[in-house]
């Protein structure tokens, strides 16, 4: 499996940003995915899921109303749409592949891509 990000840099303060995760070598269709991210000096901070058809989509509470999560299984990609952003949004950003057929561990990680919020 391999999971690349895309779309990080530098966004102002309030501006938008869209990520994007390209997945290969899985049947990605079939795989609840997730949003993580890891600000400097801090743990993995959960961001986002959404189920393998894209029918079930949760936030986390700091990011709710702000970020939206579209899939396109034709395409086997993921984005993060990022709006109304923080300084706290300043992060890694990695695209994460839940293993199993539901909402079940984090079985595969990309490589992450760097957003930076500045004011």
């Known amino acids: 499996v391999q999971l690349v990000e895309s779309g990080g840099g530098l966004v102002q303060l309030g501006g938008s940003l869209r990520l994007s995760c390209a997945a290969s070598g899985c049947t990605f269709s079939t795989y609840y995915m997730s949003w993580v991210r890891q600000a400097p000096g801090k743990g993995l901070e959960w961001v986002a899921d959404?189920?393998?058809?894209?029918?079930?989509?949760a936030y986390a509470e700091s990011v709710k109303g702000r970020f939206t999560i579209p899939r396109d299984n034709a395409k086997n990609t993921m984005d993060l749409q990022m709006n109304s952003t923080k300084p706290g949004d300043t992060a890694l950003y990695y695209c994460a592949k839940r293993a199993g057929g539901g909402r079940g561990p984090i079985g595969s990680w990309g490589q992450g891509t760097q957003v930076t919020v500045s004011s």
């Open positions: 959404i189920s393998s058809d894209g029918g079930s989509i």
